[in-house]
């Protein structure tokens, strides 16, 4: 069993940044992928970012590419999510995920993932 612990969010003016942490309790090992998801109001639940825990290979929205990045820590099984440029369309529910093995999906569909987080708040004004 894996918890996933999201911290980071909060309120930021356009064009400001936030780091967003994930923090994994219990065993990461099996962890195969993590993400990062996002859910604005009214809205589906949409893939941001996610990053192999093996490896380290990244996978990025095209509405996130070049202002997002993912990274992890492995020895303090922590995954982060740099936020820059941010635009009031990032404004939602940040999501952490983790995936416990491989799967035929690819890693941007929240079904590929096992375990989230309660999710943190990241609202931009204009």
């Known amino acids: 069993q894996v918890q996933l612990v999201e911290s980071g969010g909060g309120l930021v003016q356009a064009g400001g940044s936030l780091r967003l942490s994930c923090a994994a309790s219990a065993r990461t090992v099996g962890i195969y992928t993590m993400g990062w998801f996002r859910q604005a109001p009214g809205k589906e639940r949409e893939f941001a970012a996610a990053i192999r825990w093996s490896g380290g290979a990244t996978r990025y929205a095209d509405s996130v590419k070049g202002r997002f990045t993912i990274s992890m820590d492995n020895a303090k099984n922590t995954v982060y999510l740099q936020m820059i440029g941010l635009e009031p369309d990032d404004t939602a529910v940040y999501y952490c995920?983790?995936?416990?093995?491989?799967?035929?999906?690819?890693?941007?569909?929240?079904?590929?993932?096992?375990?989230w987080g309660q999710g943190t708040q990241v609202t931009v004004s204009s």
């Open positions: 995920a983790a995936a416990s093995r491989g799967s035929a999906l690819p890693i941007t569909s929240r079904y590929v993932y096992d375990y």
